[in-house]
């Protein structure tokens, strides 16, 4: 059974940074996060390959950097500089051959 285990959010001041992991168990060819805000759907910040090819939503290119340990089937999310609206609950996202595995989430707050 896929189990992710997240950590790494919590409440920062507008302009700082966190960083998320995600550990999982077992080996995945696709890992990455999304996030969903309160009244809105469920979005793409960043996936990355287990080569390391990585796409991200456009809007957050520059300010988050996604990386992955494979060694430790561990997927991080660096954020800097965030901001009031990159609040929301950030979702670990696994994939391999079609099929997609999800974490429990992590909130992350951000306040002027």
């Known amino acids: 059974q896929v189990r992710l285990v997240e950590s790494g959010g919590g409440l920062v001041q507008t302009g700082g940074s966190l960083r998320l992991s995600c550990a999982a168990t077992?080996?995945?060819?696709?890992m990455g996060w999304y996030r969903q805000a309160p009244g809105k759907q469920r979005e793409l910040v960043a996936i990355?390959?287990?080569?390391?090819?990585?796409n991200y939503a456009d809007s957050l290119k520059g300010r988050f950097t996604v990386s992955r340990d494979n060694a430790k089937n561990t997927v991080y999310l660096q954020m800097n500089s965030l901001r009031p609206e990159d609040t929301a609950v950030y979702y670990c996202?696994?994939?391999?051959?079609?099929?997609?595995?999800w974490g429990q989430g992590t909130q992350v707050t951000v306040v002027s």
């Open positions: 077992g080996i995945f060819s696709r």
């Open positions: 990355i390959s287990s080569g390391g090819s990585t």
């Open positions: 996202y696994v994939g391999f051959f079609g099929v997609d595995y």
